[in-house]
């Protein structure tokens, strides 16, 4: 699955600082200021979401308007807000672009919310994997059945693939 960029640009500093912000609501802003702090970013609006370049890197992308880390991202930030952790039986699907289901979750962030955007990590090293949006709560997530977050970018996928 590819997608189709329809324009690209530098973002003025206001505009990157106002990404920013809103990123800063989700994560630590100790942790996300020194990552970006004096980059360029370049919003390229493609016909699935629009995506952030940071010093042509995919590190930030806005499902429905609202920024949020990509992989990438989340890997150079490694923030510890909006975590689910899942085991080693789980990695090969979410990799894949599984959905998240509840057997594979170790451990979630209990202030997450149902709707909330997450990062998707592996337990052993604790590397991201994927970015989904949360179906329940982080304290609900970890049980016998069902779906709890759904998979919206993983490793390898066409917004991971974007570059100048």
Do not use: Q
């Amino acid at each position: 699955m590819g997608i189709h960029t329809r324009s690209r640009h530098y973002l003025r500093s206001s505009d990157a600082k106002k990404i920013m912000k809103e990123l800063e609501k989700a994560f630590d802003p100790s942790d996300i200021g020194g990552v970006f702090e004096g980059k360029r970013f370049e919003l390229v609006t493609t016909d699935v979401c629009d995506i952030i370049l940071v010093e042509d890197v995919p590190m930030i992308f806005m499902p429905d308007g609202e920024p949020f880390l990509t992989v990438r991202g989340a890997l150079e930030v490694k923030p510890e807000a909006r975590i689910v952790v899942v085991d080693a039986g789980a990695t090969r699907f979410v990799v894949n672009g599984a959905d998240v289901m509840r057997p594979g979750i170790v451990h979630a962030d209990p202030g997450i919310k149902a709707g909330d955007l997450v990062i998707v990590i592996e337990e052993a090293h604790r590397k991201a994997l994927a970015i989904g949006r949360a179906l329940i709560s982080g304290d609900e997530m970890i049980g016998d059945s069902g779906k709890a977050v759904k998979s919206l970018h993983y490793v390898g996928d066409a917004i991971w693939e974007v570059t100048r």
